[in-house]
């Protein structure tokens, strides 16, 4: 009741002298949602889409407004998991590291009531017809994000597609994370409260398709696009409700991320880690732990969630906090559902880059040695695989830095001995393996594109880095023409062929020059090995 009354009040608020303010205006239900002008652009920033959620439970839509809504300003980001960088001794490296928003500590004022959407619009209509909208879910593993770090991104993109002739509105959405998001456990599992992150960017969907023709857009023809986890969640609310996505959405397109094998909420690090926040905030020895963690106050639950490990850890990429096979919004590990077929049939786009795994390398370069690197490998990555089943890894993932990632770049940016070796099993156990198997089924349902970007391959240490992409805006022009046409294809060549099971092809865009045609073959062995252990046991991310 108290979340109820909070948001009534915010979406109450008459700020002094709002009928002095210039700025677009918006209709919502009985509120007027005032924004700002930026040059071509309108933004409406900071929407409430739900009611101020309660920690640990399922948030509830936004009762109908009432009042002015101050939409000048992004909102509050969503509680972050305390980022440790690494150091790589490399300055263009760690500019990337600090800039990029999906792998840095997020700038502004954290708070659990943070579920808030943004609407980036033109300004002056372009169209007599609705607009087609565009849905970011931003990245960040899970752990780290939010919005406002993707404004020039979104912004870039809105005026790109005036500049193209083919307006689209950009909405983009804040959802809980780490802990908040994601917490697992049989409490949680009990209480019917998992994948909270998920259900978060639902209601936003949602949320989309009810008001989004207030801003001038069409609510029958929004594409999801995400990247890194943004996109791992796409794939997610594609498998979700039976694979019925409610008319809520027509395309993805997916940056740098696919449907990943995933366990059980019960079990694995899910319990591990309640048990430990339990404990380190001394509610373990409380009758109901889960009522005793929501009722912790802010900051002593945030300093024990910042004791858990990020993705820059030892641990990289096999997160703590992930989505999980709860019952609910996911009913069995996501690789089992690719293979069954249970997934909304839309059209999708989905890329890498080549160096996939280069910055999550960085999070392991004390592994220096043979020994280390099968320790690490079998501890991290695999522990649940009897050894026996990783003696081919060794082969397929050779110490040899000229076979390593950032690929065919030969003895260069072998930062250890070791570096080389794990960017390239990262990269294809967590980005190129689940792309092909995601990929290779459904192409057999609908149209499928796909591309390798190597627009970032100079750049020393990391290649075509994680992002590298997404940085560039390499695939701006696919992008807009996916969410206007449901077709990414430009008038410029080569033509890009949907992707087909059987003879696979990838549209490669390169450092310099045209773009260019290549199979979707490169590492079949290793990469077909890798999906083959992880489905037999799941990672947990």
Aim: with cysteine; proline share 7%; glycine share 10%.
């Amino acid at each position: 009741m108290l979340g109820l009354l909070a948001f009534v009040a915010l979406s109450l608020q008459s700020f002094a002298g709002a009928s002095l303010i210039s700025g677009p205006t918006v209709k919502l239900d009985a509120a007027t949602a005032i924004g700002t002008n930026v040059g071509p652009l309108s933004k409406f920033l900071g929407i409430p889409y739900a009611v101020p959620p309660v920690r640990f439970r399922p948030a509830q839509a936004a009762p109908p407004y009432r009042g002015n809504i101050d939409a000048r300003k992004y909102g509050a980001l969503c509680p972050q998991q305390k980022i440790d960088l690494p150091q790589s001794g490399i300055p263009q490296v760690d500019t990337i590291l600090n800039t990029t928003p999906e792998l840095r500590n997020a700038p502004g004022v954290e708070s659990e009531d943070c579920l808030t959407l943004n609407v980036i619009k033109p300004a002056v209509s372009h169209s007599s017809r609705p607009l087609p909208v565009v849905v970011w879910i931003h990245g960040g593993a899970y752990q780290a994000g939010d919005t406002a770090g993707y404004d020039e991104i979104g912004s870039d993109l809105v005026k790109r597609s005036i500049a193209l002739g083919k307006p689209i509105i950009y909405v983009s959405m804040n959802y809980r994370l780490t802990a908040y998001g994601f917490m697992g456990g049989v409490e949680i599992f009990q209480d019917g409260s998992g994948n909270l992150g998920l259900r978060d960017q639902r209601l936003a969907i949602k949320w989309v398709n009810k008001y989004i023709r207030s801003f001038g857009g069409d609510a029958s023809k929004v594409t999801l696009w995400g990247q890194s986890s943004g996109a791992i969640s796409i794939g997610l609310q594609m498998m979700t409700n039976g694979g019925d996505n409610e008319g809520l959405f027509r395309g993805g397109f997916l940056q740098s991320g696919s449907p990943l094998p995933i366990g059980n909420i019960t079990k694995g690090t899910g319990q591990v880690y309640y048990d430990f926040i339990s404990a380190d905030t001394g509610c373990s020895t409380s009758n109901n732990t889960l009522e005793c963690l929501r009722n912790l106050p802010f900051p002593v639950l945030k300093a024990t969630v910042d004791k858990t490990p990020s993705f820059f850890s030892y641990l990289s990429l096999a997160l703590i906090w992930h989505p999980s096979v709860d019952g609910i919004f996911l009913k069995d590990n996501p690789q089992s559902l690719v293979t069954q077929g249970k997934f909304a049939s839309i059209p999708i786009v989905s890329g890498t880059t080549d160096d996939e795994g280069t910055m999550f390398g960085l999070s392991s370069l004390n592994v220096t040695t043979e020994d280390q690197f099968r320790q690490y490998i079998s501890t991290v990555w695999y522990p649940r695989n009897p050894v026996s089943e990783l003696d081919q890894l060794w082969t397929f993932y050779p110490a040899d830095v000229t076979q390593g990632s950032p690929f065919n770049t030969g003895n260069k940016n072998a930062l250890t001995p070791q570096f080389k070796r794990i960017s390239a099993f990262i990269g294809d156990s967590v980005q190129s393996g689940p792309r092909r198997t995601f990929l290779q089924k459904a192409s057999t349902k609908n149209k499928v594109w796909a591309y390798i970007s190597e627009v970032a391959k100079s750049t020393p240490g990391v290649g075509s880095y994680h992002g590298s992409d997404l940085v560039s805006g390499a695939a701006t022009d696919y992008l807009i023409n996916f969410v206007t046409d449901l077709d990414p294809n430009t008038h410029s060549t080569p033509h890009w062929p949907t992707y087909d099971a059987h003879s696979p092809q990838l549209l490669t865009l390169p450092q310099s020059g045209k773009p260019f045609l290549t199979p979707d073959t490169f590492r079949l062995d290793a990469i077909n090995y890798l999906n083959n252990l992880s489905f037999a046991h799941p990672f947990v991310l």
